[in-house]
C-alpha cells in the first residue's frame, strides 16, 4: 500500500501563469504558494520558516485558478507530489518538485479575494454543485430542525402516515 498526498493552506505569492497545450484543447494553471511555520528557538525569540510551493492545476480546475485566484489569494490545496528529471542547458541533471492539484478551496472572506472582481461586485460561487471542477464551496451549516417532544410518541406520526394525512413526498 502507498499513498501520495499533500493538503496546503497558504497564500499565492504571483498571479497564475495559465498556459494552453495541445492546440487549445488542455489548459494549464502554474501557481506558487508560502507556507509559512512560526516557531520559539531555544533563546526564546520567535522565527518563521516560510516554504514555497509550485502548484499545477489542470483544466476545470485550471479555469477556477483564472477566474478566481491573484496574487495574496489564501488557498486550500490538496493534491499529490510529482517529481521531473531534465537537463539543463550546460549538461546538469535538475530536478522539480510539484504539487498536481485535484481539488483546490479559496478560503479568507470574501472581501480578502484580491480577483473578487470590482470592489463593489464580489464574486459569486459556482450554482447548484458543491463540487465544481475541484471548487468545493464552504461549508455552510443548515438551521437546526425543532427538536422532537420526548412526550409525544413517535406512533402518532406512523399512524397519521398509514392514513395518507403526511406531506412528504416519498
Known amino acids: 500500500m502507498s499513498l501520495n498526498k499533500v493538503m496546503l493552506i497558504g497564500n499565492v505569492g504571483m498571479d ?25 528557538d531555544r533563546n526564546g525569540e520567535r522565527r518563521e520558516n516560510t516554504e514555497w510551493h509550485t502548484v499545477t492545476c489542470w483544466r476545470r480546475l485550471a ?6 485566484v491573484k496574487k495574496g489569494t489564501q488557498l486550500y490545496v490538496e493534491g499529490r507530489l510529482q517529481t521531473r528529471e531534465w537537463t539543463d542547458q550546460t549538461g546538469n541533471k535538475r530536478f522539480s ?12 472572506k470574501r472581501g480578502d479575494a484580491p480577483a473578487a472582481a470590482p470592489a463593489a461586485a ?10 465544481v471542477g475541484g471548487y468545493q464551496a464552504p461549508y455552510q451549516p443548515a ?25 412528504l413526498p416519498f
Open 63 to 68: 479555469d477556477l485558478v483564472e477566474k478566481y
Open 97 to 108: 518538485t510539484e504539487v498536481l492539484a485535484d481539488n483546490v478551496q479559496l478560503l479568507g
Open 16 to 40: 497564475p501563469e495559465v498556459r494552453y497545450l495541445d492546440g487549445n484543447q488542455a489548459k494549464v494553471a502554474r501557481l506558487r504558494i508560502a507556507t509559512t511555520e512560526s516557531y520559539t
Open 122 to 131: 464580489p464574486y459569486s460561487q459556482p450554482a447548484a454543485s458543491a463540487n
Open 143 to 167: 438551521a437546526p430542525a425543532p427538536a422532537a417532544s420526548p412526550i409525544a410518541p413517535a406512533a402518532t406520526d406512523f399512524a397519521a402516515g398509514q392514513a395518507g394525512d403526511d406531506d
